[in-house]
């Protein structure tokens, strides 16, 4: 039975749920709202909340788990000696996966039926014209062991879908039936429904743990697969990035990292001046109409997705800074894509964040300060340069901070503005990469997920992930520790 | 001693009267214009950086929305199409588009013919390249449906190349096509006499907002309409998930969490969470749903429970603005008279900072709508987004692009038609995003509440 239908019968079974549970409560009460311990609705409410959240939790939990034991079953009945010379255990597994879900495909679209889908042979009926019909081609022939594992994958999931339907159910009717009788005047309802609903909301809250936990967990198992099978001092001391598919490939970070902090520098740069100007203009001189106008429109800027500035890096920024120093003007930019390229529109990109960030910082600096630093005789311009400046600068340094942990980390500006090519160089008119972007290019191949060339990649995002949390961590510890307390 | 200061007094010393400026007075107010001068620099450079942008999001883009078709008259011809003369239809489907191409090709030069152009082009092949290569599926399509129409003579309106296309919206010049094997100088002359008889013509091209994408070769019938829907429905995952998720979480955070180190976890997480780069959400969509939970790659489900987790710390976030914002005196009362702690939060608070939570949510929406950099690692590229999804339910797990990720793809191409269709496909997203913008506006202009 699909998840959908368990999902759309365990709602109904709910609100029928809710339905009875409260003329029962109001039976047993002899009808006297008066005689209930809690208000009639909160009956219902625990009848219906008793027969669908464990349901869910239980649907939940299944489909997380059966997808995976299902693989691991198969793989482990996987004949080793059957796996061909040029691929490994997980290729085979996704091609079983694709042939089951074929074959599931075609059954559904009444292609073949059934009883014929479970006595496919390799010889026989070419499973490859049958997928294809059902649009899902096959690169080569099918191999009777990946047959053989496809119809056990088939096997396995119709009946775990089964159990599921019966679990889910079985645990809906459950609940439904021990709320249901538990159901009269003197129950505690209303404190039954409330702390269930409190679970409900610290596990909502703890999904940002989980999220956390998600993400470093699965950065470390990989960072430590790849770890086994490349050396770590490698990866950090060497120089040369060549990745090659076909082995013998040399993984060192430096030239990523130069290249991720040579952008963010020029895109800091360019960033900085203007936001901070921005900032100090709009808090400090403009007119309330001026700064109405002109603060959203800069925010403009932080709308407007990565994409936008990719494309915009591609296509305008590149060719615009090659006719000047491109072969035709001074000579020294080969391509559009470029480190320049890259950390000039990143700069834009960022001058609201600093901009809205330090406005936020410098509006926060008292008035009082001001006051007596006018009354001293000292203009408005010597006001913020000695005063409001020196005043707001952890939280200013806090901002830089933040906005170059935001360089360090985008994607779409350096995957298509700064180029492929790995490199050290100081020339900020050549193409560089980053860590972002060799992320990308690394796991968006059809690479073996066991191979180091895709492994690396999550090397790479442990070590992005982990300069990000540090520069936020300092950032906040900068603005925490010398911030100014003025009351 | 007062006596002794005043006695050499400031004006003195400085021998000028108070309304004569000297030296340093001026220094200062210069060093104050310029001061500010720079202020106005800033703000101006970063205007002038945002309708450069907007510009030239325009100038490219509104050209996707146009599109050059032929208007020719096609004789289906019953000699090629259907040899037995049965108008049986599985004969007809045998007939392959190479057999449609050279109808077509003769039915343009008939056209030549007929507005008595003079061009060096005589021969039916010359004709190939004005037009695209959907075009003689199209009339197969038409044929197919219709097979009465065989033998008669019948007016379509196909698609032109992507050559002449580019030619006619100034893209492609004459110059440019110097070596270009998909097209020839003659070939354009031809174009601009079609253009002038009426054959050719430009109108408004719907095919890019509602079809789907083309291989590499085909840039003239690439359209957005099918990776909208699996933006959409990734929307609809993220909606359904982060809202009511992100609700709870700031309400037990707000209203019910004790103050201890369990709670102070959370809010750190939250606010770490809102600071990682989004390509490492997309590092733990693969490792986490695809590798761990075999997930099927490129669905839009998948895509949809990356970015939820994307977007809650922004919703958590502006839902505990919005909860804070409301004042302690309304669950005061709301608790003197009897109610529990539970009932005052959802009868009273909740409600009054609904709109509050709903502009977050949009917003957090907007952002999730544009990101682009976890669904490239999660396999949302490549030529996936060819196909409708076949029913509401697999377009959620059937393999489908989203708006941004379709961009990127068509940017990375190596034909510079696709650089056409990806800035159009930005105006389409960024529409999008506007009005989910305005609407988060609206609802904060109408609803909002000083208390």
């Known amino acids: 039975m699909p998840a959908l239908w368990l999902v759309v019968i365990a709602l109904a079974l709910a609100t029928l749920g809710f339905f009875l549970g409260r003329p029962r409560a109001l039976a047993t009460g002899g009808g006297d709202i008066r005689a209930l311990h809690s208000r009639p609705a909160y009956y219902g409410w625990n009848v219906a909340l008793s027969s669908l959240v464990p349901a869910m939790g239980v649907l939940l939990i299944w489909m997380l788990v059966q997808s995976f034991v299902v693989n691991s079953t198969v793989a482990a009945d996987f004949p080793a000696q059957a796996v061909p010379e040029d691929q490994t255990l997980s290729l085979v597994m996704s091609d079983v996966g694709r042939v089951a879900a074929g074959i599931d495909l075609a059954v559904r679209r009444g292609v073949i039926s059934e009883t014929d889908a479970q006595n496919l042979q390799v010889g026989g009926s070419n499973i490859r014209d049958l997928l294809a019909q059902v649009g899902k081609p096959l690169a080569s022939d099918v191999i009777e062991p990946v047959l053989t594992a496809a119809q056990e994958y088939r096997a396995l999931a119709s009946t775990g879908n089964t159990l599921r339907g019966v679990a889910v159910l079985g645990v809906a009717l459950l609940g439904f039936g021990f709320a249901f009788l538990r159901t009269n005047s003197t129950f505690r309802a209303r404190n039954v429904v409330e702390s269930g609903i409190r679970t409900l909301l610290v596990l909502a809250a703890c999904l940002a743990v989980l999220t956390t936990l998600g993400i470093v967990l699965s950065l470390v198992f990989n960072t430590i697969e790849f770890f086994k099978i490349y050396p770590a001092s490698e990866f950090f001391l060497s120089l040369t990035w060549a990745p090659s598919f076909g082995g013998g490939s040399e993984l060192g970070i430096a030239p990523l990292l130069w290249g991720t902090f040579y952008i963010s520098i020029i895109a800091l740069a360019v960033a900085v001046p203007i936001g901070l100007f921005s900032a100090i203009y709009l808090s400090e001189y403009a007119t309330p109409k001026v700064r109405a106008l002109a603060k959203p429109l800069i925010e403009v800027l932080a709308g407007i997705p990565t994409i936008v500035y990719g494309l915009f890096a591609l296509l305008t920024v590149g060719p615009l800074l090659v006719s000047v120093f491109g072969d035709d003007g001074v000579g020294i930019m080969q391509a559009g894509t470029a480190v320049m390229t890259a950390g000039l529109v990143m700069g834009i990109m960022l001058i609201p964040f600093v901009s809205s960030l330090s406005d936020d910082i410098i509006n926060a600096v008292p008035q009082a300060m001001r006051d007596g630093s006018f009354g001293l005789g000292a203009t408005k311009s010597e006001t913020i340069r000695q005063v409001i400046l020196p005043a707001a600068l952890p939280g200013i340094v806090g901002a830089i901070l933040l906005a170059a942990s935001r360089a360090i980390g985008e994607t779409m500006i350096v995957v298509l503005g700064a180029g492929a090519a790995a490199r050290l160089s100081l020339n900020p008119f050549d193409a560089m990469t980053t860590v972002t972007a060799k992320i990308v290019s690394q796991l968006t191949g059809d690479a073996d997920f066991a191979s180091p060339e895709a492994l690396v990649a999550f090397a790479l995002g442990m070590t992005l992930f982990v300069i990000t949390l540090g520069l936020n961590v300092l950032a906040l510890y900068i603005v925490r520790k010398y911030r100014e307390q003025y009351e | ?451």
Request: charged share 20%; proline share 4%.
């Open chain 2, 1 to 451: 001693m007062t006596d002794a200061t005043f006695s050499d007094g400031g004006a003195k010393a400085q021998g000028g009267s108070l309304t004569a400026q000297d030296d340093r007075t001026r220094r200062r107010n210069r060093a104050e214009t310029r001061f500010k001068a720079y202020g106005i620099a800033a703000i101006c450079t970063g205007l002038f950086f945002l309708v450069v942008l907007v510009t030239s999001i325009l100038y490219n883009g509104v050209g996707a929305f146009q599109q050059s078709f032929v208007n020719v008259s096609v004789y289906l011809d019953p000699a090629k199409l259907d040899k037995n003369g049965a108008r049986n239809i599985e004969d007809i489907k045998k007939v392959s588009t190479f057999g449609y191409a050279p109808l077509i090709q003769n039915a343009l030069l008939e056209e030549v013919a007929k507005n008595s152009i003079d061009t060096p082009l005589e021969k039916a092949k010359d004709m190939k390249n004005l037009l695209s290569a959907s075009a003689a599926a199209e009339v197969r399509d038409y044929v197919i449906a219709n097979p009465d129409m065989i033998g008669e003579t019948v007016d379509f309106r196909l698609l032109a190349s992507s050559r002449v296309d580019g030619y006619l919206k100034g893209r492609v010049s004459r110059e440019s096509v110097a070596d270009d094997k998909n097209i020839s100088v003659e070939q354009l002359d031809l174009t601009d006499q079609f253009r002038d008889a009426g054959v050719i013509s430009k109108s408004f091209n719907m095919a890019f907002i509602t079809g789907s994408d083309a291989s590499e070769s085909r840039p003239e019938s690439a359209g957005i309409g099918v990776s909208m829907l699996g933006s959409f429905f990734m929307m609809l995952v993220v909606l359904v998930l982060s809202l009511p998720i992100g609700v709870a979480a700031s309400i037990y955070l707000e209203e019910f969490a004790p103050k201890n180190r369990f709670t102070d976890l959370i809010e750190v997480n939250i606010s770490n969470l809102a600071a990682v780069p989004s390509i490492v959400f997309g590092i733990l969509g693969l490792a986490a749903f695809i590798q761990f939970m075999h997930l099927p790659q490129s669905a839009p489900l998948v895509g949809g429970l990356v970015l939820t987790l994307m977007t809650l710390p922004t919703i958590i976030i502006s839902t505990r603005a919005s909860l804070k914002s409301v004042p302690p005196s309304i669950r005061d009362a709301a608790l003197g008279v009897g109610a529990s702690k539970m009932q005052s939060v959802f009868h009273h608070v909740l409600p009054l900072a609904m709109p509050g939570i709903l502009t977050g949510t949009i917003i957090g929406l907007a952002q999730a709508l544009g990101e682009t950099a976890p669904l490239l690692l999660i396999g949302m590229v490549g030529y996936i987004a060819t196909n409708y999804p076949d029913s509401v339910a697999s377009g959620f797990v059937d393999p489908n692009s989203a708006i941004p990720a379709q961009i990127y793809q068509w940017a990375t191409r190596a034909d510079p038609a696709f650089y056409e269709r990806a800035w159009g496909g930005i105006i389409v997203l960024l529409v999008f995003l506007l009005t989910m913008n305005i609407i988060a506006i609206l609802l904060r202009r109408k609803f909002e509440r000083r208390w």
